[in-house]
């Protein structure tokens, strides 16, 4: 962990001097989102869906039918969009760049870069923390959409909910803070989940059997910088009282 932390703070240095490979940056990105995505809709639409099953019977028992939307849009974009996208990501991208970098590792493709005089940070760590960084905050919206889709079929067709009401309960529900505070999270995980991955990489050593190691290491150690992070990020963005909005 003080690996990544420290790899963390040479990636802040390096971007903050400009030096960044933009063709290494758009084929990340292009690996990070789109292979990324059908797998994150998957499960945005089944959460959406098994969240409202669980929440519905119960709210309309309560005569509080008219809020399921919002309640499962106020979930999905502050808490189970980016947390769930982030897993998602830190089980296929992160052991990705950790199972790549450590092979590169222990077959001194690493050492081959600096004898080409090529920082490995440059041409290999900040391209894959750029490309989290952008697109798991877009992964994260089209999640948060993708379950309220899934949401909005179970409460129309098992529950019997006007589909204008659940639509009119999310607009009613959610605020502009909301969306932003999911396009953070995702961000800050996006750049957890290539930090960590990177450094597993870069300090694997023992071959075929290091690069397992390493692989799930990084993933082990994602999930809980995911979970731990988003404690904290919680904590700072929804302190307080929320609005009176039934």
């Given at each position: 962990?003080?690996?990544?932390?420290?790899?963390?703070?040479?990636?802040?240095?390096?971007?903050?001097?400009?030096?960044?490979?933009?063709?290494?940056?758009?084929?990340?990105?292009?690996?990070?989102?789109?292979?990324?995505?059908?797998?994150?809709?998957?499960?945005?639409?089944?959460?959406?869906?098994?969240?409202?099953?669980?929440?519905?019977?119960?709210?309309?028992?309560?005569?509080?039918?008219?809020?399921?939307?919002?309640?499962?849009?106020?979930?999905?974009?502050?808490?189970?969009?980016?947390?769930?996208?982030?897993?998602?990501?830190?089980?296929?991208?992160?052991?990705?760049?950790?199972?790549?970098?450590?092979?590169?590792?222990?077959?001194?493709?690493?050492?081959?870069?600096?004898?080409?005089?090529?920082?490995?940070?440059?041409?290999?760590?900040?391209?894959?923390?750029?490309?989290?960084?952008?697109?798991?905050?877009?992964?994260?919206?089209?999640?948060?959409?993708?379950?309220?889709?899934?949401?909005?079929?179970?409460?129309?067709?098992?529950?019997?909910?006007?589909?204008?009401?659940?639509?009119?309960?999310?607009?009613?529900?959610?605020?502009?803070?909301?969306?932003?505070?999911?396009?953070?999270?995702?961000?800050?995980?996006?750049?957890?989940?290539?930090?960590?991955?990177?450094?597993?990489?870069?300090?694997?050593?023992?071959?075929?059997?290091?690069?397992?190691q390493s692989t799930t290491a990084a993933v082990v150690t994602?999930?809980?910088?995911?979970?731990?992070?988003?404690?904290?990020?919680?904590?700072?963005?929804?302190?307080?009282?929320?609005?009176?909005?039934?």
């Open positions: 962990m003080l690996a990544a932390i420290l790899l963390g703070g040479q990636v802040l240095i390096h971007l903050l001097q400009g030096r960044i490979h933009r063709r290494n940056t758009v084929e990340q990105m292009a690996a990070v989102g789109p292979d990324s995505l059908l797998i994150a809709l998957i499960t945005a639409v089944f959460v959406g869906a098994v969240f409202t099953i669980q929440v519905a019977r119960e709210f309309i028992r309560f005569g509080a039918g008219t809020t399921v939307g919002g309640v499962l849009a106020l979930a999905l974009t502050r808490e189970l969009a980016p947390v769930l996208t982030a897993v998602v990501l830190a089980g296929r991208v992160g052991s990705a760049f950790a199972a790549e970098i450590g092979t590169m590792r222990v077959t001194e493709q690493i050492d081959a870069l600096y004898m080409l005089k090529t920082d490995p940070i440059d041409y290999l760590v900040i391209p894959r923390v750029l490309a989290c960084c952008v697109m798991l905050p877009i992964l994260t919206l089209l999640s948060a959409i993708t379950g309220m889709i899934g949401g909005l079929v179970i409460a129309t067709n098992l529950y019997r909910l006007s589909q204008s009401v659940f639509i009119d309960s999310a607009r009613n529900f959610l605020d502009v803070w909301d969306v932003t505070s999911a396009l953070i999270k995702g961000a800050v995980f996006g750049a957890t989940i290539a930090i960590i991955g990177c450094s597993w990489g870069l300090t694997t050593t023992g071959g075929a059997k290091g690069v397992g994602a999930l809980l910088s995911i979970f731990i992070m988003n404690f904290f990020l919680s904590w700072v963005m929804f302190q307080g009282l929320g609005r009176s909005t039934l």
